[in-house]
């Protein structure tokens, strides 16, 4: 069983960078590989980006590249989402997620989800 603590969200400016770090716990963290999802209201939660075992290979949404680095660290069980130059349609709660395949961006292939966390972004 994991568990997966998601902090570092809030209301920001537009422009502006978060970082989200996820912590993780209960079993062998680095053996998993994470990712980020997020659901906007009244829309279905979509994919933002993961990141092998390892840590070796990302791979982000189409909205997010170039925006968003996804990074891991497996010695304190943490992943982070770093967030820059936010955008208003960036605005949605922020799941991180953790799954015992080798890599996916399949939310129905992610086994533990966090609580999630709010990320607001004003105009």
């Known amino acids: 069983q994991a568990q997966l603590v998601e902090s570092g969200g809030g209301l920001v400016q537009a422009g502006v960078s978060l970082r989200l770090p996820c912590a993780a716990s209960?079993?062998?963290?680095?053996?998993?590989?994470m990712g980020w999802f997020r659901q906007a209201p009244g829309k279905a939660r979509e994919f933002v980006a993961a990141?092998?075992?390892?840590?070796?290979?990302?791979y982000y949404a189409a909205s997010v590249k170039g925006r968003f680095t996804l990074s891991r660290d497996n010695n304190k069980n943490t992943v982070y989402l770093q967030m820059n130059s936010l955008k208003p349609e960036d605005t949605a709660v922020y799941y991180c997620?953790?799954?015992?395949?080798?890599?996916?961006?399949?939310?129905?292939?992610?086994?533990?989800w966090g609580q999630g966390t709010q990320v607001t972004v004003s105009s």
């Open positions: 997620a953790a799954t015992s395949v080798v890599f996916t961006t399949l939310l129905g292939e992610y086994d533990y």
């Open positions: 209960g079993r062998t963290f680095s053996s998993a590989a």
């Open positions: 990141i092998a075992r390892g840590g070796g290979h990302t």
